[in-house]
């Protein structure tokens, strides 16, 4: 028999840290390497899906859609550390993302 994953914990932490967020900023919703491209200057993002939220919860998305599954955390936390935003948040959202792909999967 197969065993289900319930995601409630998790959709309760990401309403947690939604109504927690002390800002709310435009969000690029879908921060992956296929939407980057290096250009002269650096990287452009292209092809967005915007959205309002958390600015860690970009930072935690990014990470939590890099392999290997046990550098997540470790890279969550240096991204939110070069984007100046609270680490601790960045984890949990890395954390809620994994799920939701676990869930999906």
């Given at each position: 028999?197969?065993?289900?994953?319930?995601?409630?914990?998790?959709?309760?932490?990401?309403?947690?840290?939604?109504?927690?967020?002390?800002?709310?900023?435009?969000?690029?919703?879908?921060?992956?390497?296929?939407?980057?491209l290096?250009?002269?200057?650096?990287?452009v993002?292209?092809?967005?899906?915007?959205?309002?939220?958390?600015?860690?919860?970009?930072?935690?998305?990014?990470?939590?859609?890099?392999?290997?599954?046990?550098?997540?955390?470790?890279?969550?936390?240096?991204?939110?550390?070069?984007?100046?935003?609270?680490?601790?948040?960045?984890?949990?959202?890395?954390?809620?993302?994994?799920?939701?792909?676990?869930?999906?999967?």
């Open positions: 028999m197969a065993s289900t994953v319930s995601a409630a914990p998790s959709r309760a932490a990401a309403l947690n840290l939604c109504t927690t967020a002390g800002q709310t900023v435009l969000l690029y919703g879908d921060f992956l390497d296929k939407n980057l290096r250009s002269g200057a650096g990287y993002a292209i092809d967005p899906i915007p959205c309002i939220g958390d600015p860690c919860a970009d930072a935690g998305s990014f990470a939590a859609c890099h392999p290997p599954a046990t550098t997540i955390l470790q890279r969550a936390g240096t991204v939110a550390g070069q984007m100046g935003l609270d680490r601790q948040r960045a984890l949990r959202w890395a954390a809620i993302w994994v799920v939701l792909q676990a869930s999906q999967a």
